[in-house]
């Protein structure tokens, strides 16, 4: 069946950098765009990015513009997420999804990680 | 972007009906028909439920519905049973491979 598995929780210094993976099984990658969406404690749904698993093309929100990164690694059927310059309020759920190229939704996501940004 | 508008809460008792609003604008929801819906209980990844402002995910309860007028989409859920309370969010497609979420909204089964 279709999974999603993510990384373990982390704990992060402010300031320092953040990566997330998200291996992939029971599907062809290169047929699904990854997405990532974040959580704050007790908040809503944030969407993060997109990335193109079949040209690594990304398009991130305005907001995270600067300082996130995904890639792909299409050897281990693995996307990630990198967030740099972590603050206080990047503290959160991480969560990346499927998405069919050329279709607007996304399914199944994976479990979600933990990221506490704390001194 | 911002996010979609949600009522912060809606509940129903065992067997009512209700229904979730998703108000967005032009540049959204009302420009496309590219609206999903979401459902998360605590602790929990959150679930596709509907798709394409009305069409429903693999596996999903024909008690699930969703509609759109103009710049508001709906989610409504008829029959309601005590495993669909949870928090509920739509999402719409804004164009160049972005999306927004909504604000979410929680739903109580009295």
């Known amino acids: 069946q279709v999974q999603l598995v993510q990384s373990g929780a982390e704990v992060k210094m402010p300031g320092a950098s953040v990566r997330v993976s998200c291996k992939t099984s029971?599907?062809?990658?290169?047929?699904?765009?990854i997405v990532w969406v974040r959580q704050a404690p007790g908040q809503g749904l944030e969407w993060m990015g997109w990335?193109?698993?079949?040209?690594?093309?990304?398009n991130y929100a305005q907001k995270f513009q600067g300082r996130l990164t995904m890639t792909t690694d299409t050897s281990t059927n693995t996307a990630y997420m990198e967030l740099r310059r972590l603050r206080s309020d990047d503290t959160a759920v991480y969560y990346c999804?499927?998405?069919?190229?050329?279709?607007?939704?996304?399914?199944?996501w994976g479990q979600g990680t933990l990221v506490t940004v704390s001194s | 972007q911002s996010a979609l508008t949600q009522p912060a809460s809606v509940s129903g008792s065992p067997g009512q009906s209700i229904t979730i609003s998703c108000t967005g604008t032009?540049?959204?929801?009302?420009?496309?028909?590219?609206v999903s819906w979401y459902q998360q209980h605590p602790d929990k990844a959150p679930k596709l439920m509907i798709y394409?402002?009305?069409s429903r995910a693999s596996g999903v309860s024909s008690r699930f519905s969703g509609s759109k007028s103009g710049d508001t989409a709906s989610l409504t859920i008829s029959g309601l049973q005590a495993e669909d309370e949870a928090d509920y969010y739509c999402?719409?497609?804004?164009?160049?491979?972005?999306?927004?979420f909504g604000v979410g909204t929680k739903l109580t089964v009295l």
């Open positions: 999402t719409s497609y804004t164009g160049n491979s972005a999306w927004v």
């Open positions: 999804a499927r998405r069919p190229n050329y279709w607007n939704w996304f399914d199944p």
């Open positions: 394409d402002v009305s």
């Open positions: 990335i193109s698993t079949n040209n690594g093309d990304t």
């Open positions: 032009s540049s959204d929801v009302g420009g496309n028909n590219f």
């Open positions: 029971g599907y062809t990658f290169t047929m699904y765009g």
